[in-house]
């Protein structure tokens, strides 16, 4: 086991400390600081022990909110903070700076779409896959694809629908494994309700199955905490495929208008 000098000695309480420190008191410290460092070396090459979708669920009442509100609903910690407020006629860029911020992991999986030469309609479907999580998080999928629907390519709302099915389900040859983040999130006995199983079989012989799969693809390497991204690099993306509606996202009485109305202003009341 390599020792770190200064780690050991700052263990101590530093050089003048370890000075007055007999011989024998200096070699038994050492033996204790190695005896720890094995310990912490051996915790962490155990397996990560997930939880059972039992304790999941038992932990529905230690919390003040549930676990569906999007994010602009519910704070995981302390109040929440008053939110700037959107343009007149607000853009998608406006929402991703404004309401969808800081949008990491979205920009990130378009962006790793982009580098590995995805079509345009799936970098976008990536950009926009997760969005929605601001608003309300079950069946995000058919949430998100319905926000987003009257504005972009078919297929890209259509890998938006459906990526959150294909999450649930490995491809070996796509490049896609079943993520350690479901093991965490959603238990590790958990198995997918009938309607998503019955969804996944419909995906398996469409024509259109790779849009979201490559979604799901680009989804699972996009959780890097230090990854530097913004929306800038797709804006071209967005200008040719993002249908943007000249009265502003919320005021085009689309079937989604009232959607983004309430990212707008989501501390209305009624
Ligand atoms: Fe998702
Ligand atoms: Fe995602």
Redesign the pocket.
């Known amino acids: 086991m390599e020792i770190d000098r200064r780690a050991f000695i700052a263990s101590l309480g530093g050089a003048a400390a370890v000075n007055l420190m007999d011989h024998e008191a200096k070699a038994e410290a050492l033996e204790h600081y190695m005896e720890e460092k094995l310990d912490a070396m051996v915790a962490a090459q155990q397996p990560e022990k997930f939880p059972t979708v039992a304790e999941i669920e038992a932990q529905i009442e230690t919390k003040n909110f549930r676990r569906g509100a999007g994010g602009l609903f519910a704070s995981g910690r302390g109040n929440m903070q008053k939110l700037p407020p959107m343009p007149a006629k607000p853009t998608l860029k406006d929402f991703f700076e404004l309401r969808f911020n800081p949008a990491n992991?979205?920009l990130q999986?378009a962006t790793r779409a982009m580098k590995t030469g995805m079509s345009e309609e799936v970098t976008l479907a990536c950009l926009l896959?997760?969005c929605v999580l601001s608003l309300i998080k079950p069946d995000h999928g058919w949430w998100g694809a319905q926000l987003f629907e009257p504005y972009i390519p078919e297929k890209s709302a259509f890998a938006i629908r459906y990526?959150q099915t294909l999450?649930f389900y490995a491809d070996d040859d796509a490049g896609y494994e079943y993520p350690d983040q479901y093991y965490r999130i959603f238990g590790h006995d958990y198995t997918p309700p009938a309607y998503i199983e019955q969804t996944y079989k419909m995906l398996k012989n469409h024509k259109w199955y790779m849009e979201p799969r490559l979604?799901t693809v680009n989804?699972l390497y996009?959780f890097d905490p230090n990854a530097k991204v913004s929306f800038e690099p797709f804006e071209d993306i967005v200008g040719r495929h993002f249908k943007q509606p000249k009265e502003g996202l919320g005021f085009d009485n689309s079937p989604s208008a009232h959607m983004w109305r309430t990212l707008s202003r989501p501390d209305q009341p009624l």
């Open positions: 992991h979205v999986s896959h997760d990526h999450r979604v989804d996009a």
